[in-house]
C-alpha cells in the first residue's frame, strides 16, 4: 500500500460526503427507485404479452424479447442489486428493503447477500477471501498459479457470461464445496449445506418453471416462440449483468492484495482498497441506471449503501477527493473498459 | 392459513419473487392511489384543526373494510415524510358511532395528537397531508376500554394528564350514545397546566348529558394534587389511567395506599424517550427470536451485535463494520446511535445495522 497517504485524512473526507449526501436523501429518492420499479413492471409485462403477438408480426415478438430482457436487466441491477444492499431500507417501506427483498434471477437474494454484500464488499479484491475474483474459475492475476485449464480460460469467461444468473446462484454452494471438493477449514461457513441445497434448487426451480414452462404454455400453440424468447431475454440480461460487473473489477489497473496487506486496515485504508479495486464506465443518464450504477463502481465499493439515485451526484467530488489525495480514479468509455478486460483474461491465460 | 392466502404466497413467489401479489403491483397501485399500501388500511383526511399551538385534531374517513374501533382502541397511524414511511400510534379520541356536524354522512375517526416541535413526526405531520389526501392506518388495537362486564354498581375513575385524556373523550361520547345511560358513577380526574385542557366544551356538554359524570379539571400549579382528587376512590373502583409514565406511577402509588386491587387498574401511558443510560451504563432491551421474547440489559457503550453476543444471543452477521447489511434486524420501537456517524435514530420501527448501533433509549429488537 501507499505509505504517503494521510488515510485518517481521507476517511473523514468520504465520511463527511457520505454523510453530506445522505442529509439530501429523501422524497426525491423515494420517487425514482419506484418509479424505476413501475418501469420495470411495464417492460416486463408488456414484453410477455408481445411475445405472444409474435403470432400478428415478428417484430412484435422481436420488441417483446427486448422489453422483457430490460425489464429483468432493470430487475436485476438497478432494483434487486440496490435494495438488497440496503440503499432503500431508510424509506421504512414493507416491499423495498434489503431485508425481503428477492429478484428476478436463479439466485436466492440471502445467499447473494451473504457473498456479496459481506464477503465482496468487505475483503473487496483480496486474494483468497473475495471469491469475486475471478469467480473460482478465472486466473486474472499473478497472486494465482498458472494451470492448464487456463489455457481455454476465454471459453470458460464466455460460458459463464451466458450462464451468469446460475453462475451467480452456484457461487455459495462452491465456496462452500457443497457438491464437489473438500470444505476448507479455515472458512466459517453460517449455513447449513442441505440448506443451501434446498433454497438454490428452490429458487432457480422456479425460475424455471416460470419462463420455459408455464408462460410457454400459457401461449398455447406459440409455446416455442415465448420459450425461445424467454430464453433470449434471460441471455441478453446475463451476457449484460456479466460484462458490466466484470469491466467494475478487472480492467488492467485494478488492483489486488495480499491477506496480509489488510490485516488491522484503518477506515481510510479500507476506503484506499476499495479505490483501488473498482473502476467505473463512462456514459449518459440512461446506461448508469441500466447497469444499476454499477458504471459507479468506484463509488458503489467506498459507499455500499448510499442510495443508487445518489452515485452521479457524488462521483465528481469522489473524484475531486482523490485527486487531492494522488489516488488514481479508474474511469473510461464502455469499449476501452471492456477490451482491457478481455486482455486481462487472455494475458492471465497464459503462465 | 388459509386457501386463498396460501395461494397468493405461491403465485406470488413463483411469478414475481414477492410475498405477496399485491406487494408486486404496489408500486403501480400507488401511481392511482399514492397512499394504496398493502398492508395497511387507508383513510381520507377530511380536515384537521388547531386545538392548540401544540395540539392538532385530524378528522379522518377510513376505508369501509377498517374495523371499528372499540372506544379507548388505538391506531398506527402511517405517514410518508420526505420519503419515508413513518409510524406512530395514537389514541382514538371519537366514539365510534359519533356523528359529526362538520362531515354529516362520514364515519369519522378523531386524532387527537400533541405535536412537538423537534419531533420527526408530528412536526412534519401537518406539511405532509392536506385535505383530501390519504394516510394508512392499522386495524385498531389495544385492550384499554371499559369491559362490558362491569357491574353497573361498580365506580369507574377515569385519570388522565395531558394529551392522555383521548381514550376517555372516545369511552365518554360512547356512553353518551348509549340508549340507555350507564348507572356507574363515573368520575373524570383531568390534570394539565393552566389553559391547557382539551375538549372542556364538549366535557361540559357531556357533563349535561350524562348524569352519573363528574367531571374535575385540575391544574397541578394550583394545588390541585392526586391525593384530594382520588380522595372518593374506593376499592370497589374500576380505574383506568392515561398520561405519562411518571403520572401513572403517581396514580399508582395513591391506589395502593388504599389498598386499591391491581386487577382492577387498567394505564395507557407514554414513555417521553429517556436519552440517557441507566446509571450503571446499561440499557434494557426486549428482544424477540423467533416468537420468543428475553429481556436484557446491555451495556451502552458496546455496539449492539458485541453486547448480544456477550450474553450468548448470536445474530447474524458478516463484516462487523456496517457495510454488508447482514447483522439487520428490526427495531421496533427506542432510539439507536450509529456509531459511525453519530446520528441518533427515530423512535418508530425501521430497520438498523446491529454492528455499528448502540442503544440511547430502551429498545424493542427483532431478529
Ligand atoms: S455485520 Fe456487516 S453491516 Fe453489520
Redesign the pocket.
Known amino acids: 500500500m501507499n505509505k504517503n497517504i494521510n488515510f485518517d485524512l481521507l476517511a473523514n473526507e468520504l465520511d463527511e460526503l457520505k454523510r453530506q449526501t445522505l442529509t439530501e436523501v429523501g422524497t426525491a429518492d423515494a420517487a425514482y427507485i419506484r418509479n424505476v420499479i413501475v418501469w420495470q413492471r411495464a417492460l416486463e409485462w408488456g414484453g410477455r404479452v408481445l411475445l405472444m403477438l409474435g403470432v400478428i408480426h415478428p417484430l412484435c415478438w422481436i420488441v417483446g424479447v427486448l422489453s422483457l430482457a430490460s425489464a429483468k436487466i432493470l430487475d436485476n441491477m438497478e432494483i434487486g442489486h440496490n435494495v438488497l444492499h440496503g440503499q432503500y431500507d431508510w424509506m421504512n417501506d414493507p416491499h423495498i428493503n434489503s431485508r425481503q427483498f428477492d429478484w428476478d434471477i436463479a439466485c436466492d437474494g440471502k445467499s447473494w447477500q451473504r457473498i456479496h454484500n ?1 464477503e465482496h464488499h468487505t475483503y473487496t479484491n483480496v486474494i483468497g477471501k473475495d471469491r469475486d475474483f475471478g469467480y473460482g474459475l478465472l486466473r486474472l492475476s499473478n497472486d494465482f498459479s498458472w494451470r492448464v485449464k487456463n489455457l481455454w480460460q476465454f471459453l470458460t469467461y464466455l460460458n459463464l457470461s451466458m450462464l451468469f444468473q446460475w453462475g451467480v446462484s452456484y457461487h455459495e454452494l462452491a465456496a462452500e464445496r457443497v457438491f464437489m471438493g473438500k470444505k476448507k477449514q479455515d472458512r466459517p461457513s453460517k449455513i447449513d449445506p442441505s440448506e443451501l441445497k434446498r433454497r438454490f434448487f428452490s429458487k432457480g426451480g422456479k425460475q424455471l418453471f416460470k419462463d420455459y414452462l408455464l408462460f410457454p404454455l400459457l401461449a398455447g400453440p406459440l409455446f416455442l416462440w415465448v420459450l425461445c424468447g424467454n430464453l433470449i431475454a434471460n441471455l441478453i440480461r446475463n451476457l449484460w449483468t456479466s460484462t458490466i460487473i466484470f469491466c467494475g473489477h478487472f480492467t488492467s489497473d485494478v488492483h489486488t492484495f495480499s491477506q496480509a496487506e489488510c490485516e488491522n486496515e484503518t477506515q481510510g485504508q479500507w476506503y484506499y482498497r476499495q479505490a483501488l479495486g473498482s473502476s467505473n464506465i463512462l456514459g449518459g443518464k440512461l446506461f448508469h441506471i441500466f447497469t444499476g450504477h454499477l458504471s459507479f463502481q468506484i463509488e458503489h465499493h467506498l459507499f455500499p449503501d448510499l442510495p443508487s439515485s445518489r452515485y452521479q451526484q457524488v462521483a465528481p467530488k469522489v473524484q475531486a477527493i482523490f485527486a487531492r489525495h494522488g489516488i488514481a480514479y479508474h474511469t473510461g468509455p464502455f469499449l476501452r473498459q471492456y477490451s482491457q478486460v478481455v486482455k486481462r483474461i487472455l494475458r492471465y491465460s497464459l503462465p | 392459513m388459509n386457501l386463498l392466502t396460501r395461494l397468493n404466497q405461491v403465485t406470488a413467489k413463483t411469478l414475481f419473487h414477492t410475498d405477496s401479489i399485491g406487494s408486486y403491483f404496489e408500486p403501480i397501485m400507488q401511481r392511482i392511489k399514492p397512499a394504496w399500501r398493502t398492508h395497511c388500511f387507508r383513510a381520507q383526511v377530511l380536515g384537521h384543526q388547531l386545538l392548540r399551538a401544540d395540539v392538532v385534531q385530524l378528522d379522518l374517513s377510513a376505508d369501509k373494510a377498517w374495523p371499528q374501533a372499540i372506544a379507548g382502541q388505538h391506531v398506527l397511524l402511517t405517514v410518508e415524510i420526505n420519503g419515508r414511511l413513518m409510524t406512530r400510534p395514537f389514541s382514538i379520541s371519537s366514539a365510534p358511532d359519533q356523528s359529526h356536524s362538520r362531515y354529516p354522512k362520514k364515519r369519522v375517526i378523531r386524532l387527537t395528537i400533541k405535536t412537538h416541535v423537534d419531533g420527526a413526526f408530528t412536526a412534519k405531520l401537518l406539511a405532509n397531508i392536506t385535505a383530501g389526501s390519504y394516510v394508512n392506518l392499522s386495524a385498531p388495537q389495544g385492550e384499554f376500554a371499559v369491559s362490558d362486564r362491569i357491574q353497573p354498581s361498580t365506580p369507574l375513575w377515569f385519570v388522565a394528564a395531558g394529551s392522555g385524556i383521548t381514550p376517555f373523550m372516545a369511552m365518554l361520547n360512547q356512553m353518551a350514545l348509549l340508549p340507555q345511560q350507564p348507572q356507574n358513577p363515573i368520575n373524570l380526574v383531568y390534570f394539565a397546566k393552566l389553559g391547557e385542557h382539551l375538549y372542556v366544551d364538549e366535557l361540559m356538554a357531556l357533563q349535561q348529558q350524562l348524569n352519573q359524570l363528574k367531571v374535575q379539571l385540575l391544574i397541578r400549579k394550583n394545588g390541585d394534587n392526586l391525593a384530594d382528587a382520588l380522595s372518593d376512590c374506593t376499592v370497589q373502583s374500576q380505574v383506568l389511567v392515561c398520561g405519562p409514565g411518571q403520572f401513572k406511577q403517581d396514580v399508582d402509588r395513591q391506589l395502593d395506599a388504599i389498598n386499591h386491587p391491581l386487577k382492577q387498574r387498567q394505564a395507557e401511558y407514554f414513555q417521553a424517550p429517556v436519552m440517557s443510560q441507566t446509571h450503571s451504563g446499561e440499557q434494557h432491551i426486549q428482544l424477540t427470536q423467533r416468537g420468543k421474547q428475553t429481556q436484557l440489559t446491555l451495556a451502552t457503550n458496546n455496539s449492539l ?1 458485541n453486547g448480544l453476543e456477550q450474553q450468548g444471543i448470536s445474530a447474524n ?11 439487520q434486524c428490526i427495531k421496533k420501537s427506542g432510539v439507536v446511535r450509529n456509531m459511525r456517524t453519530g446520528e441518533i435514530s427515530q423512535q418508530g420501527e425501521q430497520l438498523i ?4 448501533s448502540q442503544a440511547v433509549t430502551p429498545l424493542e429488537l427483532e431478529l
Do not use: A, D, N, S
Not at chain 2, 445495522?353 to 455499528?356: A, E, G, H, N, P
Open positions: 459481506y | 451485535l452477521f458478516g463484516c462487523r463494520i456496517g457495510v454488508c447489511h447482514q447483522c445495522q446491529l454492528c455499528i
